[in-house]
């Protein structure tokens, strides 16, 4: 079965960092662009990041380029997200999601994981 | 990087059409490549991909569903209402230089 499953979320004051993680399963991880999508409460959804499947190219939303890298370890199947100076607007429910071969969009995402940045 | 606009709301009875816009540019929706890809999410749900490339649909999505577009604008189009087809509907679309950006969404309602 084709799973992602993300952790790492949580509650976090403002100016802290986090890391996420998403744990692949079930398809070649290795062959495959991953990306990070966001959804702030009651909110649509925002892409955040993308890697392509080596590791070679990444690329950012605006709205965090500076503030996040994305990274991944094929040899463990594990993508990453780092978010350092995290600001209430980061509070989201973070996706991590599978690239369809050729730009097709995200055809396979994870359940989420929460992050709320609260004092 | 801008989101793509889509109207906020859509509605239709059981067995009739409804089609949802989304407009960007000539640098995402129009730009050139079939790049846009149409996503359903119920809600506390996850985002199903229910069209790519435009106007593909990915094993297991009815055919009810099809996709379109005409210059800048995107086009779902959902045929024969069902009322499992209430869900919020998202576009996304390739922005060049490994961008992704997607629409504002739009919530469908069978009446």
């Known amino acids: 079965e084709v799973q992602l499953v993300e952790s790492g979320g949580g509650v976090i004051q403002p100016g802290g960092s986090l890391r996420l993680s998403c744990a692949a399963s079930?398809?070649?991880?290795?062959?495959?662009?991953m990306h990070w999508v966001r959804q702030a409460p009651g909110k649509g959804l925002e892409w955040v990041s993308l890697?392509?499947?080596?590791?070679?190219?990444?690329s950012y939303a605006d709205s965090v380029r500076g503030r996040v890298t994305i990274s991944r370890d094929n040899t463990k199947n594990s993508l990453f997200l780092q978010i350092d100076s995290l600001t209430t607007e980061d509070t989201a429910f973070y996706y991590c999601?599978?690239?369809?071969?050729?730009?097709?969009?995200?055809?396979?995402w994870g359940q989420g994981t929460t992050v709320t940045v609260s004092s | 990087q801008s989101a793509l606009t889509q109207p906020p709301s859509a509605s239709g009875s059981p067995g009739q059409s409804v089609t949802i816009s989304c407009t960007g540019t000539?640098?995402?929706?129009?730009?050139?490549?079939?790049?846009v890809s149409w996503y359903q999410q119920h809600p506390g749900k996850v985002p199903k991909l229910m069209i790519y490339?435009?106007?593909k649909r990915p094993s297991g999505v009815p055919d009810r569903f099809s996709g379109s577009r005409s210059g800048n604008t995107a086009s779902l189009t959902v045929s024969g209402l069902q009322a499992e087809d209430e869900a919020d509907y998202y576009c996304?679309?390739?922005?060049?230089?490994?961008?992704?950006?997607f629409g504002e969404g739009t919530k469908l309602t069978v009446l």
């Open positions: 890697i392509t499947w080596d590791g070679g190219s990444t």
């Open positions: 996304g679309s390739f922005a060049g230089s490994n961008n992704w950006v």
């Open positions: 490339h435009v106007s």
């Open positions: 000539s640098s995402d929706v129009g730009g050139p490549y079939n790049y």
């Open positions: 079930g398809f070649n991880f290795n062959a495959h662009t």
């Open positions: 999601a599978k690239d369809l071969p050729g730009w097709g969009g995200m055809d396979v």
